[in-house]
């Protein structure tokens, strides 16, 4: 299993520009969610799925669209890059158990000049 | 809503040597799972160590075990016998185990650790 796989694994942007982060699970998750990393901050969740079909707002939502058309992956587009949205992209997918422990991928690092 | 609070920005500790990583949390929530994840200078994101909080033992998983003090509303990580490669930031995050935030995790700002040898 390749787990949670995402792409690319580095982006330059210019302000305005429009782009997809790819996301990609193999286990068969029902959960899957994006979260953003600044510098001095934990991570902060910006959309999630709890299975195809179906997408919520996290904390950060602005800026961002998702949608689920199949289990196995989960895209976050940008509109409208703008420099706040420089960060560190992860995607994480989960099981439906109690535990729920989030399966991380590699992260996206995201620069927008 | 829920909030984590990491205090300690960084940590140093001697190789071979415990350590204890501070995490409280603050939730109107009955139940909710608190979870510890490293971060290693390559970014990716390592699951450690998972209570919940109807949980009457503290978990262990190998040199990491979770001190949770639910009275206090905390969930220290302790790490025993530290190892070179133990250095890493480390975040402590809870979820919620019902409800609409049952599928959010929340992360404290972490706690960078190096381990001196």
């Known amino acids: 299993n390749a787990g949670v796989t995402q792409t690319p694994k580095f982006q330059v942007l210019k302000t305005g520009q429009s782009m997809t982060l790819q996301c990609a699970q193999d286990?068969?998750?029902?959960?899957m969610s994006w979260y953003r990393q600044d510098p001095g901050m934990g991570l902060r969740l910006i959309h999630y799925?709890?299975?195809?079909?179906?997408?919520d707002q996290g904390e950060v939502p602005n800026g961002y669209n998702v949608s689920r058309s199949t289990t196995e992956d989960f895209p976050l587009r940008l509109l409208s890059a703008a420099p706040s949205q420089t960060s560190v992209y992860f995607c994480?997918?989960?099981?439906?158990?109690?535990?729920?422990?989030?399966?991380f991928g590699p992260g996206t690092r995201l620069t927008v000049l | 809503a829920q909030k984590i609070t990491q205090t300690q920005p960084g940590m140093f500790v001697q190789e071979k040597e415990a350590v204890t990583l501070d995490c409280t949390y603050d939730?109107?929530?009955?139940?909710?799972?608190l979870f510890w994840y490293k971060q290693p200078s390559s970014g990716e994101m390592i699951f450690l160590i998972y209570?919940?909080?109807?949980?009457?033992q503290n978990a262990t998983e190998g040199r990491y075990s979770l001190n949770f003090q639910k009275a206090r509303k905390s969930a220290n990580l302790v790490i025993s016998a530290s190892q070179l490669g133990d250095s890493a930031m480390y975040f402590c995050?809870?979820?919620?185990?019902?409800?609409?935030?049952?599928?959010?995790?929340?992360f404290g700002k972490g706690t960078k650790l190096s381990v001196i040898p």
């Open positions: 994480a997918s989960s099981t439906g158990t109690a535990k729920n422990e989030q399966f």
């Open positions: 286990m068969n998750h029902e959960y």
């Open positions: 799925s709890v299975g195809a079909g179906i997408t």
């Open positions: 939730t109107s929530d009955q139940s909710y799972g």
């Open positions: 209570q919940g909080s109807y949980d009457e």
């Open positions: 995050a809870m979820r919620s185990l019902a409800g609409a935030g049952s599928y959010q995790l929340t």
